[in-house]
């Protein structure tokens, strides 16, 4: 089964407005990453947080990691029509160095202008 | 550096025909992965590999083989294509040499089997 599990599934929101996606995960892990998709593309790699981190910024990204709740949240802020994609979050669970991820499901982000 | 490229684009195969989907990277990553995403669904690991020779399973490896004999390719061989194995096929590849571990994506191969 999916190790992450994103919530919403789907998101609607304006332009300039922020976009918040939780992650929930099952089992331990040494970091989280996010990824994004655009339209069936592959996927590109946003931001990753190690296991002793409990914020990262990265631009308009902001990732929090709450480990005893096995749960990570992505907020994209001041969103706009380009970040309309699918986000995913993934997690190492075989601890191979990133190279063997855990996808959730996704949240589909759709911002109008 | 043209990062991951996979072949075919497109597939259409009949139920017991076997193929193999190619995917090469030329960033000297010792990491391969494959992966596959239905309609609505996240990423399924379906083989990985750490190095030259070296795979291991992910999550749904049936119907699936794969090798590794140098860095740079990991090919993906169906044994005998069945419908619940049309997907998007998708390959990626990372480095330890990266601090953040950050898989590189292929564009994808869209699979149909009839």
């Known amino acids: 089964s999916q190790q992450g599990e994103e919530d919403p599934q789907a998101l609607s929101i304006q332009e300039g407005e922020n976009a918040t996606m939780n992650c929930s995960y099952k089992?331990?892990?040494?970091?989280l990453q996010w990824y994004r998709q655009n339209s069936g593309r592959g996927l590109v790699h946003l931001i990753l947080i190690r296991s002793n981190e409990r914020e990262k910024h990265s631009g308009r990204l902001r990732v929090t990691l709450d480990t005893s709740k096995k749960s990570s949240s992505l907020l994209i802020t001041a969103s706009r029509a380009a970040d309309t994609a699918s986000y995913f979050c993934?997690?190492?669970?075989?601890?191979?160095?990133?190279?063997?991820?855990?996808f959730g499901k996704g949240t589909t982000l759709s911002v109008s202008s | 550096n043209a990062g991951v490229t996979q072949t075919p684009k497109f597939q259409v195969l009949k139920t017991g025909q076997s193929m193999t989907l190619q995917c090469a990277q030329d960033?000297?990553?010792?990491?391969m992965s494959w992966y596959r995403q239905d309609p609505g669904m996240g990423l399924r690991l379906i083989h990985y590999?750490?190095?030259?020779?070296?795979?291991d399973q992910g999550e749904v490896p049936n119907g699936y083989n794969v090798s590794r004999s140098t860095t740079e390719d990991f090919p993906l061989r169906l044994l005998s294509a069945a419908p619940s194995q049309t997907s998007v096929y998708f390959c990626?590849?990372?480095?330890?040499?990266?601090?953040?571990?950050?898989?590189?994506f292929g564009p994808g191969t869209r699979l149909t089997v009839t």
């Open positions: 590999s750490v190095g030259a020779g070296i795979t």
């Open positions: 089992t331990s892990i040494n970091n």
């Open positions: 993934a997690t190492d669970p075989y601890n191979q160095a990133g190279t063997a991820l855990i």
């Open positions: 960033m000297n990553h010792e990491y």
């Open positions: 990626a590849s990372s480095t330890t040499g990266g601090q953040d571990y950050e898989q590189y």
